[in-house]
């Protein structure tokens, strides 16, 4: 007997269908279940923004606070450095390792690089000796146009130290 064979058996399609509900659906679960071992970043245990702000580092500054003193207001700064023998020897080191290059070792002006500078200021002129500390302490912490700043390479201590040394220079007599 012939059995009748259609040409077109719609119903073909129909065996992967229940296959692939049954993967969407089990794979569905699982990631909405989250099992620990494919935690994302969202349910791991990472500190999510604003939630558990960490202990910042010591000497870090609130965004609302003052970030960084500008000459003015460093100006009349006191020395919290007391001037002793030791600090000017501190100072005086400090000056030949960072300045002495440019400013020159007694502070003329004459260091051995000077001359690549368009100015390069003398250290014993009248008007920097009247300077205050905290001046000369935002000097030489910030730079200036050209001379570059040194609150990366010696800290508050060093900076004031260095301070008193450069108040000892004085103009060679006959000047
Ligand atoms: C690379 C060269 C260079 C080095 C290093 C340098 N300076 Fe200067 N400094 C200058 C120049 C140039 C000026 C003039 C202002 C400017 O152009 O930045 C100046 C200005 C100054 C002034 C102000 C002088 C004025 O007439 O108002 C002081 C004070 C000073 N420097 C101190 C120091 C001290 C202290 C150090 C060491 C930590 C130092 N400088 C290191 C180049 C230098």
Same mark, same amino acid.
């Given at each position: 007997?012939?059995?009748?064979?259609?040409?077109?058996? =719609? *119903?073909?399609?129909?065996?992967?269908?229940?296959?692939? &509900?049954?993967?969407?659906v089990?794979?569905?679960? &699982?990631?909405?279940?989250?099992?620990?071992?494919?935690?994302?970043?969202? *349910?791991?245990?990472?500190?999510?923004?604003?939630?558990q702000?960490m202990?910042?580092?010591?000497?870090?500054? +609130?965004?609302? @606070?003052?970030?960084?003193?500008?000459?003015? $207001?460093?100006? /009349?700064?006191?020395?919290?450095?007391?001037?002793? *023998?030791?600090? !000017? $020897?501190?100072? $005086?080191?400090? %000056?030949? &390792? %960072?300045?002495?290059?440019?400013?020159?070792?007694?502070?003329?002006?004459?260091?051995?690089? +000077?001359?690549?500078?368009?100015? =390069?200021?003398? !250290?014993?002129?009248?008007?920097?000796? @009247? %300077?205050? /500390?905290?001046?000369? %302490?935002?000097?030489?912490?910030?730079?200036?146009?050209? =001379?570059?700043?040194? +609150?990366?390479?010696?800290?508050?201590? $060093?900076?004031?130290?260095? &301070?008193?040394?450069?108040?000892?220079?004085?103009?060679?007599?006959?000047?």
């Amino acid at each position: 007997m012939k059995t009748y064979q259609p040409r077109f058996r =719609m *119903t073909k399609i129909k065996p992967t269908f229940g296959p692939t &509900v049954f993967t969407l659906v089990l794979g569905g679960s &699982v990631l909405l279940a989250q099992p620990t071992f494919m935690r994302n970043m969202h *349910t791991g245990p990472v500190v999510m923004p604003h939630t558990q702000p960490m202990t910042p580092v010591e000497g870090t500054i +609130a965004v609302n @606070n003052q970030r960084l003193r500008d000459r003015l $207001e460093s100006r /009349d700064l006191p020395n919290p450095v007391p001037n002793t *023998t030791e600090t !000017l $020897e501190e100072g $005086e080191w400090l %000056y030949n &390792v %960072y300045c002495a290059v440019c400013h020159g070792i007694t502070g003329q002006g004459n260091g051995q690089i +000077a001359d690549h500078f368009r100015r =390069m200021p003398n !250290l014993s002129a009248p008007h920097v000796q @009247n %300077y205050t /500390d905290g001046w000369i %302490y935002s000097i030489i912490g910030d730079g200036g146009f050209a =001379m570059p700043p040194f +609150a990366s390479s010696m800290n508050e201590p $060093e900076r004031w130290a260095l &301070v008193h040394f450069v108040k000892t220079f004085t103009q060679p007599s006959g000047q």
